[in-house]
T-cell receptor, first 113, second 112 residues
Framework: DAGITQSPRHKVTETGTPVTLRCHQTENHRYMYWYRQDPGHGLRLIHYSYGVKDTDKGEVSDGYSVSRSKTEDFLLTLESATSSQTSVYFC????????????FGPGTRLTVL | GENVEQHPSTLSVQEGDSAVIKCTYSDSASNYFPWYKQELGKGPQLIID?????GEKKDQRIAVTLNKTAKHFSLHITETQPEDSAVYFCAASRQTGNQFYFGTGTSLTVIP
């Protein structure tokens, strides 16, 4: 298995609070991605990074921000969590981006009350 | 952007039968099509992929076919086993982009 960890694995929080999810990789891959998974929607891209300090938005980026200060870490922040952000969040990594294999982490289940 | 549609959303087969899952895509520039298997409580795992320069790829009981003209690709699982029960996702991406676009998933149940 690719060396990807996500923390925390489960989190329950209240509406309006900030939340940060962490993705850590040991593969030295250039590309890192954050997805959310919801029933009936599959996996939807939130943000991705193509290098340290280089990030771009995905299709569902509103309400989320990201940061990547080191190759191995990619952080996803919900500045003010809402109930619509209750979801399972997956981090993925890829060496070469668009046409290269993606490896997924184990996921973080976030519940916003 | 790309739009990937996947059918069926649920599929039940008897053990030993074949299962077929189909996906269509909208962007003719897409040229990489991976398939992922997701078991309960885990992240998706790549099971097979195909690039636009080939029409078919096989790996033991799993095969993927691609029809670029019609913009659709399919996953075929033969001699299904209970451990094949999972959610399967198709995806599409293009070499000039960094994003993957996923289908909505197919929940496959193999009945012993």
């Amino acid at each position: 298995d690719a060396g990807i960890t996500q923390s925390p694995r489960h989190k329950v929080t209240e509406t309006g609070t900030p939340v940060t999810l962490r993705c850590h990789q040991t593969e030295n891959h250039r590309y890192m991605y954050w997805y959310r998974q919801d029933p009936g929607h599959g996996l939807r891209l939130i943000h991705y990074s193509y290098g340290v300090k280089d990030t771009d938005k995905g299709e569902v980026s509103d309400g989320y921000s990201v940061s990547r200060s080191k190759t191995e870490d990619f952080l996803l922040t919900l500045e003010s969590a809402t109930s619509s952000q209750t979801s399972v969040y997956f981090c993925a990594i890829s060496a070469l981006g668009g046409t290269d294999t993606q490896y997924f982490g184990p996921g973080t289940r976030l519940t916003v009350l | 952007g790309e739009n990937v549609e996947q059918h069926p959303s649920t599929l039940s087969v008897q053990e030993g039968d074949s299962a077929v899952i189909k996906c269509t895509y909208s962007d003719s520039a897409s040229n990489y099509f991976p398939w992922y298997k997701q078991e309960l409580g885990k992240g998706p795992q790549l099971i097979i992929d195909i690039r636009s320069n080939v029409g078919e790829k096989k790996d033991q009981r799993i095969a993927v076919t691609l029809n670029k003209t019609a913009k659709h690709f399919s996953l075929h699982i033969t001699e299904t086993q209970p451990e094949d029960s999972a959610v399967y996702f198709c995806a599409a991406s293009r070499q000039t982009g960094n994003q993957f676009y996923f289908g909505t998933g197919t929940s496959l149940t193999v009945i012993p």
